[in-house]
């Protein structure tokens, strides 16, 4: 996901205030996620060198929706592009 997708996804709404939080799901390590305060965001991330990867850009990354701390304060979703069938 490019940063310009992420910025205006929430350029129509405003991230909850407080400290909880941020949870991404689906992100991969090329995704620029620049436009969510870091020291708020938790990814899900279950396929290992994906979770490695984010892991090693200092972002906290988590396998199982289970193991976000606290629960969630705000939900971001990337779903993967998809091909049309041929």
Not at 1 to 9: G, V, Y
Not at 44 to 51: C, L
Not at 72 to 82: D, F, M
């Amino acid at each position: 996901m490019s940063s310009p997708r992420l910025t205006l996804a929430l350029a129509g709404a405003a991230l909850p205030s407080g400290t909880g939080p941020i949870v991404v799901s689906g992100a991969r390590a090329a995704d620029d996620l620049s436009a969510l305060p870091p020291d708020r965001v938790v990814i899900v991330q279950g396929f290992r060198p994906e979770h490695d990867a984010l892991a090693a850009r200092g972002l906290r990354v988590v396998p199982d929706f289970d193991l976000v701390p606290g629960g969630a304060a705000a939900g971001v979703v990337i779903l993967p592009r998809a091909r049309g069938d041929r």
